[in-house]
């Protein structure tokens, strides 16, 4: 291209929008994870620009989509914001398998999709596609952090709970591998319908394996009907529970009965102690009336990481210019650094081990994570799992 051309390009790019398509649950069980992910998203892109939304004069422009949790809904969506809205960047999505059908649709069009918080291992694995960068952790990072701490300090022998679907399936194969890797016995694993409303089926199958320890993975709307059963069948006093623990509000209508629960958190704003994550709790609650919850730091870190690769190639959307400032890109985050794994560009990131405790204020009548062990992204780095 001749330099005058090449120079015009450039200066139109100057103040056109950065268009970001951002694809999600807006209603369903995983709305909230929706909600958290979009309210991240922005105060990180906030954070990272310093407040102007901007990056080489380009304003950061999100458009905004409900994928309903379906598959082909969230394939036609990201679909038609390339095609008809021009976007440069898919950003998205609380289900793993809406992912999955995005990802295939940013390979078709040569856009940067960056996951969050959308956790199933197969989207940077058997999944995998050069577009895709992930900043969520996978299923097997919350493994890795709180399966071998079940095994040394929980109990020896296991039963695994999870929703019949991608990711509840793969949820429980890699606790399974983690376990059994360092110990543990496997003596039953269940699948439920993501639709469930009464869990005593499961959980009398599970109080007459008698297990040592109940690895539970659950997400959205049936969180809190698990708990309530689990309560009723006195599964609590039984064996022990553990697995990834849910957003605040699934632990809040839990109340005191999550008190002694030690599981993982992939974040919450009272563990990580730094400026980063001191700027997001102050800004989510002066704008929205409380702190943020279990994916809003995640939203946040995709944010950061979609501005500081931005300003790395003076505000190119184009994903052959992105990829390569993002293979092996560490970045800060609300809690601490996060590195996109070149092989599998997976970011890797502290985790959580903790143990539910009551607050200490007396008009909040729930518990609160207490950090037992924050393990390293080392310690938690997953599997490299893609094919090619």
């Known amino acids: 291209m001749p330099t005058f051309l090449r120079q015009f390009r450039d200066l139109l790019k100057g103040s056109s929008p950065l268009k970001v398509g951002v694809i999600t649950s807006r209603v369903g069980p995983l709305d909230y994870y929706g909600t958290m992910q979009i309210r991240g998203l922005e105060l990180g892109i906030e954070y990272a620009t310093q407040g102007s939304g901007k990056v080489a004069e380009r304003p950061i422009e999100l458009l905004i989509e409900d994928d309903a949790g379906d598959p082909a809904t969230g394939g036609q969506k990201a679909r038609a914001l390339i095609e008809n809205q021009g976007v440069h960047i898919l950003q998205g999505c609380a289900s793993s398998a809406v992912t999955i059908v995005v990802a295939q649709v940013a390979q078709e069009y040569k856009r940067l999709l960056l996951v969050e918080p959308a956790a199933a291992d ?13 900043t969520a952790p996978n299923v097997s990072q919350d493994a890795a952090a709180g399966g071998k701490y079940a095994v040394k300090h929980l109990g020896r022998t296991f039963c695994f709970l999870a929703p019949d679907y991608l990711w509840g399936h793969q949820s429980n194969a890699a606790w399974k591998r983690v376990v059994e890797e360092h110990g543990g016995k496997t003596l039953g694993e269940f699948l439920a319908p993501p639709e469930t409303t009464n869990f005593a089926p499961y959980l009398q199958k599970i109080i007459d394996i008698k297990p040592d320890v109940l690895v539970q993975s659950w997400a959205g709307a049936g969180y809190r009907q698990l708990f309530g059963d689990m309560r009723q069948w006195g599964i609590f006093e039984r064996m022990r529970v553990t697995g990834g623990l849910g957003d605040r509000e699934a632990r809040h209508a839990l109340g005191l009965d999550a008190v002694g629960m030690v599981g993982i958190i992939k974040y919450s704003y009272l563990l990580p102690h730094n400026p980063i994550n001191d700027w997001l709790t102050a800004q989510h609650v002066a704008r929205h009336g409380e702190p943020p919850d279990l994916f809003t730091g995640g939203g946040f870190a995709a944010g950061v990481a979609l501005v500081q ?15 390569p400032v993002m293979e092996g890109m560490s970045f800060a985050g609300p809690k601490g650094t996060y590195t996109f794994r070149p092989e599998d560009h997976q970011a890797l990131q502290p985790m959580y081990v903790v143990e539910m405790v009551p607050d200490s204020d007396p008009q909040h009548p729930w518990a609160i994570p207490k950090l037992i062990q924050e393990m390293t992204p080392e310690e938690t780095a997953p599997p490299i799992s893609r094919w090619g």
Request: glycine share 8%; net charge positive.
């Open 122 to 134: 197969s989207v940077t694995g058997t999944h995998f596609n050069r577009y895709v960068f992930r």
């Open 309 to 323: 690769a931005l300003q790395r190639t003076a505000g190119n959307a184009d994903a052959e210019a992105l990829l």
